[in-house]
Structure formats: C-alpha cells, structure tokens
Nanobody, 124 residues
Framework: QVQLVESGGGLVQAGGSLRLSCAASGRTFSSYAMGWFRQGPGKEREFVAATSRSGDGTYYADSVKGRFFISRDNAKNTVYLQMNSLKPEDTAVYYC?????????????????WGQGTQVTVSS
C-alpha cells in the first residue's frame, strides 16, 4: 500500500497553466504505475493520464492530449501533471492513483491507492 498526497491545485484563468504534484510514501514507488483522474461538478470520475513504472510510457485521455503532460521522478517518489492551455471544462478535483500491478490502466477500478484530491478551478 502507498499513501498519496496531491498538491498544486488552485484557481487559474483560461489559457493558463498549473502543475500538480503527487507525493508517495513507501519504498516501492517505482514498482507502481501511476495515474491521474478527475471529477468535475456533477460528473463521474474520469481518466486523465497515466504513466508506466519507469515513466517511459505515457497515456492520455483525448480531451487533454497535447495540453497535459504526466511525468514522474522515482528518486523523489513523486508524479506530476503539467496542465497547459487550461479550459473551464478542466475544472475538477484531480486525484492521483497508484496501481500495484505496474501496468497503467484507464479505469479507476484498476487502481489500488488514491490521494485525497486537489481542486483545480479554471475561470473563463
């Protein structure tokens, strides 16, 4: 099991950028695939991005492809989500998640451990 703590959310104008961080506890961070999900107002939680254990493989939802970038630093036990060209529809609580299997997944049920979430609000 790994404990996850997100940070970096906030209020930003449309077109702006934010970088989310997710710090993980434990010595086995590099064995986990990591993902970012989000849940907007009145919406179901949805996949945003995921990365393989090494960080070489990255995967994105179509809605964020080319604007968001996921990366990880295994030496720092941290995964990041760089969000550029933000739109009002990106407003949501963003969650990071860890998958023990080590292979990135696109569904929230595939992930084992979750952070508490960080709010991102994009104003028009």
């Amino acid at each position: 099991q790994v404990q996850l703590v997100e940070s970096g959310g906030g209020l930003v104008q449309a077109g702006g950028s934010l970088r989310l961080s997710c710090a993980a506890s434990g010595r086995t961070f590099s064995s986990y695939a990591m993902g970012w999900f989000r849940q907007g107002p009145g919406k179901e939680r949805e996949f945003v991005a995921a990365t393989s254990r090494s960080g070489d493989g990255t995967y994105y939802a179509d809605s964020v492809k080319g604007r968001f970038f996921i990366s990880r630093d295994n030496a720092k036990n941290t995964v990041y989500l760089q969000m550029n060209s933000l739109k009002p529809e990106d407003t949501a609580v963003y969650y990071c998640a860890a998958r023990q299997l080590g292979v990135p997944g696109y569904s929230d049920y595939e992930y084992d451990d979750w952070g508490q979430g960080t709010q991102v609000t994009v104003s028009s």
